[in-house]
Each structure stands twice: as structure tokens, then as C-alpha cells.
């Protein structure tokens, strides 16, 4: 399969089961997406396996920042749980004259979604999720961001139910996007 098959065959995927792949099956994946773009070489970004318990602890803090009542609190404290592995996609912004802090947010979105891409040709369900929560003090505690890093979210990852397969998709209008200077 050719990589722009690949790409047009990706989808996310919401709803996982209990597999996933290990530490040393990603450490491939990641030095792979690694090659993204990467204005100055900076290497702005780093990512954060959380499994097992680690999740619940991240299901408590998105509670604690929701400030939700009890039942809203058990359903957002249980969002981790969807996925068996959660890698959170941490920008880790350095200062440099040359190199914006939004180039390097965009850098480090660029290796979360190639990572994304190689984790589903792999065979893996992912899914890019993040939300109001994401940055708040709770979450941010949890992980260990230090003052120059921001989260961008979490990729949701584990096998892929028998019954999912990708469906087609409407072509996209790409006349409407792409135009010439």
C-alpha cells in the first residue's frame, strides 16, 4: 500500500479494545514520527506513555479541573479509561530568537499526528483527543509540565474491533483549499 493510501484510509477510532502496543514496539514508531518537521532541530515536544493506573489518576484530575458535580465527575473521571494506552503529546517550548513558540507548537502537533498515522498502518485504533480540560492545573500536575510546557492532548490507542472497518469517505474538495499566487 502506497503512504497516500495509508493516509486516505486513516480514520479515528473512538472505541478501542483492551490491546496495545508496548514500550518497545513504540519506540520505532516514535523515532520514526520524530522525522516531522522541525524548524532549528529543537525537538520541542516529548510524549508521556500513561497506562493502567496512571489513567485513573488522569481520570481523577480532569474531575478535579471540571469542578462537575458527582455523577458528571464519574463520567469524566472515566474517559481515560476508553483506551488501554493514552500517549500525551507535550510541547515543550524553547526560547530562540529564530524559532516562534507557535512553529514549535506546530512541531510538536506535526510528530502527534504522524505518530497517529504510523500507529494506525500499524494496525492500532488511535484517536487525537484533547478538550477544555487539556491545560488546566490538575492535568498539568499530573503529567510534570514544567513552566515552559503546554499538553496538546492525548492519543487514544488499542486494537481495533473486528466488527470497525474504515468506511469511504466523501472526496474532499480540494479546489476549494488549494489555491495559486
Request: with cysteine; glycine share 8%.
Amino acid at each position: 500500500m502506497s503512504l497516500l493510501d495509508a493516509v486516505r484510509r486513516r480514520r479515528s477510532q473512538p472505541i478501542v479494545t483492551a490491546e496495545a502496543p508496548s514500550h518497545d514496539e513504540l519506540l520505532p514508531l516514535v523515532t520514526a514520527a520524530a522525522c516531522a518537521a522541525d524548524h532549528g532541530a529543537l525537538t520541542p515536544w516529548r510524549l508521556i506513555e500513561l497506562r493502567g493506573d496512571a489513567r485513573a489518576r488522569l481520570g481523577t484530575a480532569l474531575a478535579e479541573a471540571s469542578r462537575a458535580e458527582a455523577g458528571d465527575a464519574t463520567k469524566i473521571a472515566a474517559k481515560p479509561m476508553r483506551a488501554p494506552l493514552l500517549i500525551a503529546v507535550v510541547v515543550t517550548v524553547q526560547p530562540n530568537p529564530k524559532i516562534a513558540d507557535w512553529e514549535q507548537e506546530a512541531g510538536a502537533a506535526g510528530v502527534a499526528h504522524m505518530l497517529s498515522l504510523l500507529l494506525d498502518d500499524a494496525g492500532w485504533g488511535v484517536m487525537w483527543r484533547s478538550g477544555q480540560l487539556t491545560r488546566s492545573q490538575p492535568v498539568r500536575v499530573l503529567h510534570g509540565l514544567a513552566d515552559n510546557e503546554q499538553l496538546l492532548g492525548w492519543l487514544y490507542v488499542g486494537g481495533r474491533p473486528e466488527r470497525e472497518k474504515p468506511g469511504e469517505r466523501a472526496v474532499f474538495p480540494a479546489e476549494r483549499y488549494l489555491s495559486v499566487l
